[in-house]
T-cell receptor
């Protein structure tokens, strides 16, 4: 049921390098989200998008940027990776602005910054 | 800021015993409420949701949750635990209409002992 895919699934990168994670959806949903998951913190919102070229910051946006040039793709960029950005990153999509439908999540990207 | 509290980062039950995972949220304003489950190395999948209809909500895999406005709670229960229920469970809340991303609790890891 892969209506949403994340790439890569795993990545190891060096401190100071830029990294881009991709979220691709085939559902034509308007809303897309990037969360990071860390032990003891649950999921924390990084950025989200409510349409092409429309994005907003979440709780932990420092050090991250996003772009959405077309409906199906939402890119998350770590401008200069740091060890504190070692995490599992999840993308989610939602069809409705009402939030009542909940989200569909991708399988995640495990990023290690060394 | 609105918040979601899951009591107990780790809960351990015997197979066949009652499962009770607790979730409280910070506002008395009726929100939308969700429970998600995450199996190892997977994304999150929706277990159930409350959207102001019946206060007792039934989900997949025999789970249910009851919305109690007076207690600002949405606890997740299952009468009889199965080994396959071992996973991490997240409570999530949305407080308003339109373009307000879900806020997640920190998660509760459920272990089921044979």
């Amino acid at each position: 049921d892969a209506g949403i895919t994340q790439s890569p699934r795993h990545k190891v990168t060096e401190t100071g390098t830029p990294v881009t994670l991709r979220c691709h959806q085939t559902e034509n949903h308007r809303y897309m989200y990037w969360y990071r998951q860390d032990p003891g913190h649950g999921l924390r919102l990084i950025h989200y998008s409510y349409g092409v070229k429309d994005t907003d910051k979440g709780e932990v946006s420092d050090g991250y940027s996003v772009s959405r040039s077309k409906t199906e793709d939402f890119l998350l960029t770590l401008e200069s990776a740091t060890s504190s950005q070692t995490s599992v990153y999840f993308c989610a999509i939602s069809a409705s602005e009402l939030e009542a439908d909940g989200y569909t999540f991708g399988s995640g990207t495990r990023l290690t910054v060394v | 800021a609105q918040s979601v509290t899951q009591l107990g980062s780790h809960v351990s039950v015997s197979e066949g015993a009652l499962v009770l995972l607790r979730c409280n949220y910070s506002s008395s304003v009726p929100p939308y409420l969700f429970w998600y489950v995450q199996y190892p190395n997977q994304g999150l999948q929706l277990l159930l949701k409350y959207t102001s209809a019946a206060t007792l909500v039934k989900g997949i895999n025999g789970f249910e949750a009851e919305f109690k406005k007076s207690e600002t709670s949405f606890h997740l229960t299952k009468p009889s635990a199965h080994m396959s229920d071992a996973a991490e469970y997240f409570c999530a809340v949305s407080w308003s209409w339109g373009n307000t991303p879900l806020v997640f609790g920190k998660g509760t890891r459920l272990s089921v002992i044979a």
